[in-house]
């Protein structure tokens, strides 16, 4: 389970928590309006927008949306992430295997699971990525050499890309039976599409022609000059198909004046809203310039954005011009590392020798979130780009 941390009253540059997720009304009601038809036959959704406008937030809201218990749909729903770390080919699907293998949030679809022509699938799928990923693991001094390693695996005897598709979709297919007759879809949320290696992106792509009834797959994609053709290559996709992309630009001002409410407890007038709407509306600089805001302890008004406003239209700056020497110092050190980053590692490459006190720091920091017992993940994947980039 991710942390969310508050210190004093800023907050975390981390994903949204659903219960605080605020505006983007056309956006929700879009991918309603999907999962209603999830009935009738396969589903995807590119959610895509650029740096920090929400995706993640998004995707964690509607996994929990999906999932509740007293809500529409009732359904499961799992979520994963694309990683940067070179040679991680697969890691996102072993990690969707793994936790589908471990379901427990709905009987019913646990009993679907259980079924051995499910089980021996989910099992023949798991036993292709570990090989797969082994193999990887051996050449990730090279950059990127995972990726090149698991191309050459998809035209080698060693490696079975067939076997693995027709497993994947064969444990689709099976659930999607029990599915239909329940009246009730599977959703698969994968974070961080732009992230993922050729071979990865490849088998989404070939799972994206092939999806069941009742399997929603609902991705995210940060639009960057460095993704464009990926970008253009799936919403290739998406169109031949018929399926959906919801693209999140600025929050509009309804959005502004809830995320003042819901996330800081402000109340802000119209012409504040319209203000920082039209000037900001990037979700990820609102908690900046709202976090400065707090921390200077000004009054929510219009003139006080004025004054702090300066500071907080690029993200780059946003995320660090607010911050303490220390910690603008820690993620410079461990901007090199990726993540998930140990804490015995972390106190190494900080010199700290009191693991306590600096756990307990990091457990309160807002740069920082513990993604396990004794594991950190920067709070918001920019903070450590910006910082690797040599801002
Ligand atoms: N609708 C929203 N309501 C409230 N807060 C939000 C909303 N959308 C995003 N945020 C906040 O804005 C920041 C950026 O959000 P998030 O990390 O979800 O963006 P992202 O698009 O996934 O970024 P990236 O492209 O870097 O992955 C986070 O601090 C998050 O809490
Ligand atoms: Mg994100």
């Known amino acids: 389970m991710i942390q969310i941390h508050r210190m004093g ?3 975390s540059f981390g994903p949204c928590p659903p219960e605080e997720f605020s505006g983007r009304l056309d956006e929700r009601k879009k991918l309603y309006e999907v999962l209603r038809g999830a009935k009738d036959r396969g589903r995807v959704v590119m959610v895509s927008g650029g740096r920090g406008s929400g995706k993640s937030s998004f995707l964690d809201w509607a996994e929990s949306e999906i999932q509740n218990e007293s809500g529409e749909f009732k359904c499961p729903a799992i979520k994963v992430q694309f990683l940067e770390t070179p040679g991680m080919v697969f890691t996102a699907y072993r990690d969707l295997l793994t936790d589908l293998k471990g379901h427990q949030k709905f009987g019913w679809f646990r009993k679907s699971l259980e079924n ?3 089980r ?5 799928a798991l036993t292709i990525l570990e090989k797969t990923s082994s193999l990887a693991a051996l050449y990730t001094p090279g950059v990127n050499a995972g990726v090149a390693v698991a191309k050459g695996l998809t035209s080698s005897d060693s490696f079975d890309y067939t076997k693995l598709i027709s497993a994947f979709l064969h444990i689709f297919r099976s659930v999607s039976e029990d599915l239909a007759e329940r009246d009730q879809f599977f959703a698969i949320l994968l974070d ?3 992230l993922s290696s050729d071979t990865d992106f490849r088998l989404m792509n070939d799972l994206i022609q092939s999806l069941p009834v009742g ?8 639009r960057e000059a460095d993704y464009y053709e990926k970008h253009a290559k799936l919403q290739g996709e998406l169109l031949r198909y018929d399926h959906t992309e919801i693209v999140l630009g600025g929050m509009d001002e309804a959005g502004v004046e809830e995320f003042a409410k819901l996330r800081y407890n402000l109340s802000i007038d119209d012409k504040t809203a319209k203000h920082l709407s039209e000037k900001i509306g990037d979700p990820l600089c609102l908690v900046g310039c709202f976090n400065r805001l707090q921390n200077r302890g000004l009054p929510p008004t219009l003139e006080s954005f004025q004054e702090i406003l300066p500071q907080c239209l690029d993200h ?5 011009t607010g911050l303490d020497q220390i910690w603008q110092d820690r993620i410079n ?3 090199i590392l990726d993540p998930p980053l140990f804490l015995s590692i972390i106190s190494c490459m900080l010199g700290e020798k009191n693991i306590t006190r600096l756990k307990d720091e990091f457990d309160q920091s807002h740069v920082f979130r513990r993604l396990d017992r004794e594991k950190y993940e920067f709070a918001h994947p920019s903070l450590r780009e910006y910082r690797r980039k040599g801002w």
Request: proline share 0%; charged share 15%; aromatic share 6%.
């Open 9 to 11: 009253s800023e907050l």
């Open 116 to 118: 051995s022509k499910v």
């Open 120 to 124: 021996t699938s989910i099992d023949a």
């Open 192 to 194: 961080d599409v732009q």
């Open 215 to 222: 399997i929603v797959l609902i991705t995210a994609f940060r």
């Open 316 to 320: 780059a700056q946003c995320l660090y």
């Open 333 to 335: 050190s461990l901007c």
